[in-house]
């Protein structure tokens, strides 16, 4: 296995007169050799302040940027998808000074820049789970993407034949290692995506062999016939994907690598390599226990996150030395390992995202109001359900909430309960209890 001591180092391995990077410009395509890349990092002018936050679009200026700031400069990734309040919260909380990518963006948020700063790290920062209080930023380093490329790039090797094409934001830890930094660490091309409404015809037009989806993604795409008869590799990360949607890509020829991480370890910790898409072999620098309870502990050298900035009380509930207490449910058989469901309230969608329950439903209850007595659940398609023991009817109330709320994380069923719902002691909701096809 190939060891990387930061991000130039994944670069200045390969061939230099390879192509690193493919892109679309007025519909024709660009290539970069890698040797060119680097040329543009080496021009990056190093920007005064210490605190940088980036829109982490999939773009070469993007990749510049962070690659040139990085192990120079605190980086902050942050995705222009965002809702603007989330974006806002984020740059105050990191103590952001300057911002780099979408100019109408930089200059919305400009006013909320941070004038000076103590801040002498080097660290790279992503957001995750929960909505605009309760996100946390999780600060790993240039050395832990690293080796969670290679660590995944072990287990799952390519080609520096293949072609990558890169659709899932790099302001996301999956969509950063698996979809920029694995293929480029074994000298692969990455095809860089022109966005979710080109993603019609970015797979016939970049024609590539590998590509890395969320499950909602890799539902669409095979529903509508839009992979190209060159992909022969798809990694599946950041939710359940259904059995059925990984059967029919098969049906294609294509075969599907399920994978399994956190932004806590840098990215993926164990992929399925066999038949079974969700027995999973782990990543050689990653050490795996299943605690009396069920919950999955990660043990790991390279790949753990340093912390959550500024939050050393989160930090501690869930990392003690090298292991991190995921918060998942899941068992060891034969040394494969099966993720079983989670232990916290955090929900995960198939586009990828999170919603910290607990807040969701303080506000929701803000909105039906106080007192109500409800609960809010998944679906097994993954959609929310709203289930209340109450006479009125509260569509118009929960039509206005879902307005503020992202797509994924809009309530798209309302079941009313003929009795109150079921509650412990401390008048927590059994959620267990309640069966929703029975409602």
């Not at 022969?232 to 294609?252: H, N, Q, S």
């Not at 164990?270 to 782990?282: K, N, R, T, V």
Request: glycine share 8%.
């Amino acid at each position: 296995m190939t060891d990387f001591t930061n991000l130039v180092s994944i670069l200045d391995r390969q061939d230099p007169s390879r192509v690193a990077f493919t892109y679309a410009q007025e519909e024709a395509k660009v290539d970069l050799t890698f040797a060119e890349v680097r040329s543009r990092i080496e021009a990056y002018p190093l920007p005064k302040e210490q605190v940088i936050g980036i829109f982490a679009d999939t773009n070469i200026e993007t990749i510049v940027a962070i690659f040139a700031l990085a192990g120079k400069r605190q980086i902050v990734l942050l995705s222009s998808d965002d809702p603007s309040p989330t974006i806002a919260a984020q740059i105050e909380a990191t103590h952001i000074q300057k911002l780099i990518g979408d100019e109408d963006l930089m200059e919305e948020f400009a006013p909320l820049l941070t004038k000076e700063t103590a801040e002498q790290g080097t660290n790279i920062l992503f957001f995750t789970s929960g909505t605009t209080s309760k996100a946390k930023a999780v600060v790993l380093t240039q050395e832990s993407l690293a080796a969670a490329a290679a660590n995944g790039g072990a287990l799952l090797p390519l080609s520096e034949n293949d072609s990558l094409l890169s659709v899932l934001p790099l302001s996301h830890v999956y969509g950063f290692v698996c979809a920029l930094l694995w293929p480029l660490s074994f000298g692969a091309k990455v095809c860089l995506g022109r966005g979710m409404r080109s993603i019609f015809f970015d797979f016939a037009f970049f024609a590539p062999t590998a590509t890395v989806l969320v499950p909602q993604m890799a539902g669409f795409l095979e529903a509508k016939n839009l992979f190209n008869p060159e992909l022969k590799l798809i990694l599946i990360g950041a939710g359940i994907c259904p059995r059925p949607v990984i059967e029919a890509i098969r049906k294609r020829g294509i075969r599907v690598s399920f994978g399994y991480g956190l932004t806590e370890t840098s990215s993926g910790i164990a992929l399925s390599l066999g038949e079974d898409p969700y027995a999973m072999s782990i990543c050689p620098q990653d050490h795996i226990e299943i605690a009396p309870d069920g919950e999955i502990l990660v043990t790991s050298p390279t790949t753990l996150f340093q912390g959550y900035y500024e939050d050393e009380e989160a930090t501690a509930k869930v990392k003690r030395g090298d292991t991190l207490y995921t918060g998942d449910l899941g068992r060891l058989e034969n040394g494969l390992l099966y993720v079983n469901g989670r232990k916290k309230e955090i929900l995960v969608f198939n586009d990828g995202s999170k919603l910290f329950l607990p807040e969701y439903e303080r506000e929701l209850e803000y909105a039906l109001g106080l007192g109500t007595d409800f609960a809010v659940m998944q679906d097994p398609q993954g959609n929310l359900v709203l289930v209340l023991h109450d006479a009125r009817d509260v569509s118009p109330l929960v039509d206005a909430f879902n307005q503020k709320q992202a797509r994924s994380h809009r309530i798209g069923r309302i079941i009313y309960a003929e009795h109150p719902l079921p509650r412990t002691k401390t008048n927590k909701v059994k959620r267990y209890q309640i069966d929703l096809s029975k409602e």
